[in-house]
Every structure is written in C-alpha cells, then in structure tokens.
C-alpha cells in the first residue's frame, strides 16, 4: 500500500466549502502579520507564492497526519459544526481554529490519556483498535506557511494547497472542545448499523399467517 500523498486530497467537497481565496480572506490572512497592508499588498503581486504567517493573534493551527486529518474533517461537516479554513502541506492537515486552541488542546487531549507520541486505544468490538496520531498545536509563538491566494497551474514539489479557503472577513474557527470532539471520533472507528426497532413483539414462528390484503 503506497501512502496518500496531499496530491490524493481533492478540495473538500461540501456545497459551503470555498476552494478559493476571496479578498476578504485573504485581507483576514493577512490581518495575523505583523503588517497587515505590506503582508497584503505582496501577497497580491505573488499570487501563486505561499507565506508565513504568526499564529495566536487571528488563528490558531491544529497539525495532523493527512490521512487523519480527512477523517476530522469528515467528521466536523457530517456531524459536527464544520470547519474554519483548512490547508495540506507536507503530508499533515493544518486545521485553523480559535486563538487560544493551541494551548488548551493539548490538555484536553491528555485528560483523554492519548500521550504526546500517540498511543492504540481499544475501540471495542472484536479486538478493534484504533491508532490516534500524535496532534502538533501551533499557537502564540509559532508560524505556519499558508498556501498561496492563487493555486499555480501544476502542484509542482507539493507544494501547500487550500482544502476549504478563506472566503470572508472573519471566518468561524472551531474551538479546542471542538477539535477534541473531532480528534476523539476521528480515532473510532463508525460504529456498524444497528438494526431497526420495533414496536411489535417478534412473531411466533409456529403461527397461522393469512393474506387479508384482498379481502373485501
């Protein structure tokens, strides 16, 4: 089995997912610089060049495994509340969330016992576990390259793309509950269908049965 490269990630496809920088995000990306017009104004005249920028100020980063990461995301849009923006770069999901994320997450997560190196944790079932990946928090103090505002032509060097990109001003960011919430998931397996229930007792199978469905 080969392993899935960000080149396998196609842009989310959600209907509310922007797979393109609008202005107003990127003026929000921008805002997380030390200056916000300079930062801005050369973005625009390199469009398909990607930036550093500081976390803790605009935004938080929460930095997953790829494969891992789908599956919070998966979970985040199908039954949680959603996603902020979301990139790929270098085989790891990079997850913006709320300032302050980074520094509460990994607490919660330790109240989860996960352990900073990962660790199987028994999912039940017939023997089934599941492997939680480590999860790096970037937060005040750290920067992270962002992808650019334009993709160019061809992801030549696997570059850093856009999942779901900023398209407004001030985007929702999920929390640290709420990644905790995705990370937990995303580590479980789905749990198989369960059988629909009934309101009626099971039938008798030793009774008489009559097609009362022509009778008139």
């Known amino acids: 089995m080969t392993a899935l490269t960000q080149h396998d990630i196609p842009a989310y496809p959600h209907s509310n997912t922007p797979a393109e920088v609008s202005a107003a995000g990127a003026a929000w990306l921008a805002s997380a610089a030390a200056y916000p017009r300079s930062t801005l104004s050369l973005w625009e005249s390199r469009p398909t060049d990607p930036g550093v920028l500081p976390c803790g100020s605009v935004f938080d980063v929460v930095s997953v495994p790829a494969v891992f990461g789908r599956r919070m995301l998966d979970r985040l849009w199908e039954d949680g509340p959603g996603s902020g923006p979301v990139a790929t770069h270098r085989g790891r999901m990079l997850l913006f969330a709320c ?62 793309r856009w999942l779901v990109a900023p398209d407004v001003r001030r985007p929702w960011l999920p929390g640290a509950e709420a990644m905790l919430w995705a990370c ?4 479980r397996p789905r749990p198989p269908a369960e059988p629909p229930i009934s309101i009626f007792p099971p039938a008798d199978p030793g009774a008489n049965v009559y097609d009362v469905s022509r009778r008139r």
């Not at 900073?116 to 023997?127: D, F, I, M, Q, S």
């Not at 937990?184 to 580590?187: E, G, I, Y």
């Open 184 to 187: 937990v998931r995303a580590a």
């Open 99 to 160: 300032p302050g994320t980074a520094q509460r997450l990994p607490s919660l997560l330790a109240w989860e016992e996960w352990g900073r190196a990962g660790r199987t944790e028994n999912t039940g079932g017939e023997g089934a576990r599941a492997t939680v990946p480590p999860v790096l928090c970037h937060g005040a103090g750290d920067a992270v390259t962002v992808p650019p505002l334009s993709a160019p032509a061809a992801h030549a060097g696997g570059g850093p």
